[in-house]
């Protein structure tokens, strides 16, 4: 075979490429392929790709300094004016019961009424003795006024007269014990009418009739005065601290505390009609407990308060004024501090530590950490972390969320 000269064979026809060559052409062509198809894939997908999200939407306030009350709640029990507990003076059976249980009743009205037969039995009898008596001191009266003439004329010896003067003496003792025996006795009369001693609502029976009771028996009944009523409740030792240290001056104190005005909120929910007044404080506060027993007083004249209920008691204590406040839901609570999400000027987020004061209805006072005018997140403040912009819109407090 001859020479490939030009692209042809020696024996006149077309030379073929060498197989090496071609391989090395088709590896290079589908490289070329396979970049342009990822160039177009890769393009297709720039084209494809989601847009960034927008920055998430949450509400916001804008901080105004206010004039607040500062209200101040408590649980209290409601005690009558005057509980007297009402016992037997004399022992005794019992023949009647002289009022209804649970009823209004008036001061020296019968309660009770204890047999007097045996009392009036022992009247009867130092009565007789009081009349002896007195006729006994008619004598040594008349014994003196003879023996005095006597003996100044030596008609009698001075021993005789002397002797006359001190049975008379005696006589006239005994007439005082006979009164006070008989006025005793009258007083166990009277005591077997055992009579309610003050205005009141007289409780039940503990005694049945027929049964003996004395003055070491147990109670009859208890008759309170619960118009005006107590209501008792406990304020903390560091809470009357911090009370005397904002009245220091005793005139201000007592004003203040006839300025009081106290609400009572009952076991239902409901809002009693009357307002109550501040009544004392107690001498002491309780080791046991830290806390010094205070007392409201509030009218009850339909007789709706009864000693022994539990109610809510509520004052406003004293007035803030410019005070930064944020609603409770804006507060984020984190290992035992509290933090709120202010919104700068770029709408970024930063989560500022507060000191959470007075909670004021659905508001928080915020003692310090926050300025008037800044943003603070009310709704979404999952949504505001440390850093992130967010789109800011302003929150409406509506009429349930207060």
């Not at 720039?46 to 009350?69: F, S, Y």
């Not at 009698?156 to 002397?162: A, D, F, M, V």
């Not at 006239?172 to 166990?188: G, P, R, T």
Request: one cysteine or more; a neutral charge.
């Amino acid at each position: 075979m001859g020479p490939n000269i030009g692209g042809v064979a020696g024996n006149g026809q077309p030379a073929r490429p060498n197989s090496g060559v071609m391989h090395s052409i088709a590896r290079r062509w589908s490289r070329v392929l396979t970049l342009f198809f990822a160039l177009v894939v890769i393009s297709g997908c720039k084209k494809n790709a989601a847009p960034a999200p927008p920055p998430p939407e949450v509400l916001v306030i804008t901080l105004t300094p206010k004039d607040v009350p500062v209200t101040r709640e408590w649980i209290g029990q409601i005690e009558g004016m005057v509980n007297a507990q009402i016992r037997a003076q004399v022992t005794g059976y019992l023949m009647e019961q002289g009022y209804a249980e649970g009823s209004a009743v008036q001061k020296g009205s019968m309660l009770f009424q204890i047999d007097p037969r045996p009392f009036q039995a022992a009247l009867d009898e130092v009565k007789s003795k009081l009349i002896q008596d007195q006729a006994q001191l008619t004598r040594t009266q008349w014994d003196v006024k003879q023996f005095e003439p006597l003996a100044k004329e030596n008609a009698i010896s001075q021993q005789e007269y002397n002797n006359a003067v001190a049975a008379n003496l005696a006589a006239e003792a005994q007439i005082k014990a006979d009164q006070a025996s008989v006025e005793h006795a009258q007083l166990n009369i009277e005591f077997c009418r055992v009579t309610s001693p003050i205005n009141g609502v007289a409780g039940t029976a503990q005694a049945q009739i027929g049964d003996l009771v004395g003055p070491n028996g147990p109670i009859l009944t208890t008759v309170s005065t619960i118009n005006p009523i107590r209501v008792f409740f406990t304020a903390s030792e560091q809470a009357y601290l911090a009370y005397r240290r904002q009245y220091t001056n005793d005139t201000a104190r007592t004003l203040h505390e006839k300025e009081l005005q106290f609400q009572l909120i009952l076991a239902d929910g409901s809002t009693y009609p009357y307002e109550g007044k501040f009544l004392f404080a107690g001498r002491e506060v309780n080791p046991a407990t830290g806390t010094i027993q205070l007392a409201a007083l509030f009218p009850n004249p339909d007789y709706t308060l009864r000693p022994g209920q539990f109610a809510r008691i509520r004052a406003v204590v004293q007035f803030r004024k410019d005070a930064i406040l944020v609603p409770q839901r804006a507060v984020i609570e984190f290992q035992g501090s509290y933090q709120v999400a202010v919104v700068n000027e770029q709408n970024k987020v930063h989560l500022q530590t507060v000191k959470a004061g007075e909670r004021i209805g659905s508001d928080w006072v915020i003692e310090s950490g926050l300025q008037a005018g800044e943003r603070v997140v009310v709704e979404g403040t999952q949504k505001a972390k440390e850093g992130v912009t967010i789109s800011p819109k302003p929150y409406v407090e509506t009429a349930a969320a207060k």
